[in-house]
T-cell receptor, first 111, second 113 residues
Framework: QKEVEQDPGPLSVPEGAIVSLNCTYS??????FMWYRQYSRKGPELLMY????GNKEDGRFTAQVDKSSKYISLFIRDSQPSDSATYLC???????????FGDGTTLTVKP | DTEVTQTPKHLVMGMTNKKSLKCEQHMGHRAMYWYKQKAKKPPELMFV???????INESVPSRFSPECPNSSLLNLHLHALQPEDSALYLC????????????FGPGTRLTVL
């Protein structure tokens, strides 16, 4: 079983829809949770960074962490065609430089 | 400057060639990383340098040789690669080798013929 499981997608939504991207994990040592956005043939770009449980909002993006359920989500409101990309969740335990990534979910937002 | 730069953007090499990938950051970060990413897969960690010392080597074949000449630069020397080594090679940096988030460069698209 993988340490991090990400909803595989692909996901296709109309412009303006609310998008929910999700990851579950098994390692209770994970404390830091990241979402990256990766456009085709580009490097991953850090989108959201959350420590421990709770919500964090940045514009149209909300990251949610539920450590009791070992479940994290990224919500995108009012989705735009420019949001079309692969979204990767990643997480770190404390005192370690190695991130564990999910396999990514490819999102297409249709105009 | 919040950018990690990588050169070259694209590289095509034969199995007998020797080439190097370069990565640079000027954010004062003290940890730098090499990842390999195949199509439709997440990045796979190869090496981590922390304070210019190799701290993690994820059992990478010796045909990949990392080098960290100083805190801003990271190289990956390539020799006798195989076609299955074709991938996007990503460099990243973070403030330290601890739990700080990593910032990725755009990658080098490597094709081995």
């Amino acid at each position: 079983q993988k340490e991090v499981e990400q909803d595989p997608g692909p996901l296709s939504v109309p412009e303006g829809a609310i998008v929910s991207l999700n990851c579950t994990y098994s390692n209770s040592a994970f404390q830091y949770f990241m979402w990256y956005r990766q456009y085709s043939r580009k490097g991953p770009e850090l989108l959201m960074y959350t420590y421990s449980s709770g919500n964090k909002e940045d514009g149209r993006f909300t990251a949610q962490v539920d450590k009791s359920s070992k479940y994290i989500s990224l919500f995108i409101r009012d989705s735009q065609p420019s949001d079309s990309a692969t979204y990767l969740c990643a997480m770190n335990p404390t005192n370690a430089g190695k991130s564990t990534f999910g396999d990514g979910t490819t999102l297409t937002v249709k105009p | 400057d919040t950018e990690v730069t990588q050169t070259p953007k694209h590289l095509v090499m034969g199995m007998t060639n020797k080439k190097s990938l370069k990565c640079e950051q000027h954010m004062g970060h003290r940890a730098m990383y090499w990842y390999k990413q195949k199509a439709k897969k997440p990045p796979e960690l190869m090496f981590v340098y922390s304070y210019e010392k190799l701290s993690i080597n994820e059992s990478v074949p010796s045909r990949f040789s990392p080098e960290c000449p100083n805190s801003s630069l990271l190289n990956l020397h390539l020799h006798a690669l195989q076609p299955e080594d074709s991938a996007l090679y990503l460099c990243a940096s973070s403030r330290s080798g601890d739990t700080d988030t990593q910032y990725f460069g755009p990658g080098t698209r490597l094709t081995v013929l």
